[in-house]
């Protein structure tokens, strides 16, 4: 082979790395600031959401604000965001535990409950947002206090969140309020099982027509 042969071979060889390597750079990029995936493995959110189930999470709206009361999110407990390099160490130490074949076991999935200037209390088995009973269609169980001192207002940068099984779901009742900067994404479409794929649609706490 001549030595013009040889470094065309080579060139070519170049270009596809590179082209591999913008790819992976990428899709490495777009996971840490767009999108993400996530497989359920935790009861907490039964019966809306149950092991085994597969999310697709977006990422850019957390950008930009909190989450809507009603709105099922992803976040790491105890964590926060600060910036663009926390993000992107973040996912580069999921990818380490991906090949370790370990799962982050503080990144949680929750319902948002209540939003900064919300008062939340629980009394008796029932859940009253702003002194109002609510009525909430999704959960699973009674809901029961914790350890957080009820009740509770939520602060600016803070959001109130349960898991919709209620007496199985370790959330802010235990851990109090989750930071904005801890919140990695809203859970926005089911991928898998395909009986179940679609749209997640936001169900918020409604008022009751008891009374307290």
């Known amino acids: 082979m001549s030595i013009k042969g040889k470094k065309t071979i080579m ?21 840490t ?12 959110m039964q019966n809306t959401f149950i092991e085994g189930e597969r999310l697709f999470v977006e990422k850019i709206s957390t950008h930009f604000g909190l989450p809507d009361r009603g709105e099922v999110i992803i976040f790491i407990k105890g964590e926060t965001y600060d910036n ?19 799962d982050r076991e503080n990144r949680l999935i929750k319902r948002v409950i209540a939003v900064p200037g919300d008062k939340v209390d629980i009394d008796k088995g029932y859940l009253y947002i702003n ?15 914790d350890e957080l001192s009820m009740p509770v207002t939520v602060p600016e940068g803070k959001v109130f969140v ?6 199985s779901s370790v959330d802010s009742r235990r851990f109090g309020l989750v930071d904005y900067k801890s919140i990695e994404g809203k859970v926005v479409f089911r991928m898998w099982p395909l009986k179940k794929i679609g749209l997640i649609s936001k169900q918020s706490p409604k008022p009751s027509t008891l009374s307290r």
Do not use: C, P
């Not at 390099?85 to 130490?93: C, S």
């Not at 349960?162 to 007496?167: H, I």
């Open 11 to 31: 060139r070519e060889i170049l270009e596809w790395v590179i082209y591999i390597v913008g790819a992976v750079v990428l899709v490495f990029l777009l996971n």
């Open 131 to 145: 002194d109002s009973l609510v009525e909430e269609a999704y959960i699973k169980g009674m809901t029961f206090k």
């Open 84 to 102: 663009f390099f926390d993000r992107l160490g973040k996912t580069a130490e999921d990818l380490k535990l991906k090949f370790q074949k370990r």
């Open 33 to 44: 600031e767009i999108y993400a995936t996530t497989e359920v493995r935790q009861s907490s």
């Open 162 to 167: 349960m898991g919709d099984n209620r007496e």
